[in-house]
């Protein structure tokens, strides 16, 4: 079976950091763009970042550039969301998603396989 499992969530505080990862299993990820998604209570699914599986390109949304660090290693078949100076709007569930292309998005959930999601909470 193809899984993707999120961990890494918690709660921190404003101002803090937290790394979350993805890790596969069932299938590689060398041909996976990957992207990392959220939801907060009561709003819509939306992109955070992605990474795409030729080439390494990475997008962001306009609110966590240069905030979070999308990467990935092959090798462990496990992506990661570093996020910094962590905001109380960035509470929600953070997702992690595969799509067999060569070149991911984030604005749009047409993705292939969905893990079932990782709660992060920031607050003081």
């Known amino acids: 079976q193809l899984h993707l499992v999120e961990s890494g969530g918690g709660l921190v505080q404003p101002g803090g950091s937290l790394r979350l990862s993805c890790a596969a299993s069932g299938f590689s990820l060398d041909y996976y763009s990957m992207g990392w998604f959220r939801q907060a209570p009561g709003k819509e699914r939306e992109g955070v970042s992605c990474i795409s599986a030729v080439g390494g390109r990475t997008n962001y949304a306009d609110s966590m550039k240069g905030r979070f660090t999308i990467s990935r290693d092959n090798a462990k078949n496990t992506v990661y969301l570093q996020m910094n100076s962590l905001k109380p709007e960035d509470t929600a569930v953070y997702y992690c998603?595969?799509?067999?292309?060569?070149?991911?998005?984030?604005?749009?959930?047409?993705?292939?396989?969905w893990g079932q999601g990782t709660q992060v909470t920031v607050s003081s």
């Open positions: 998603a595969a799509d067999l292309a060569a070149r991911c998005s984030i604005t749009t959930t047409n993705y292939d396989y």
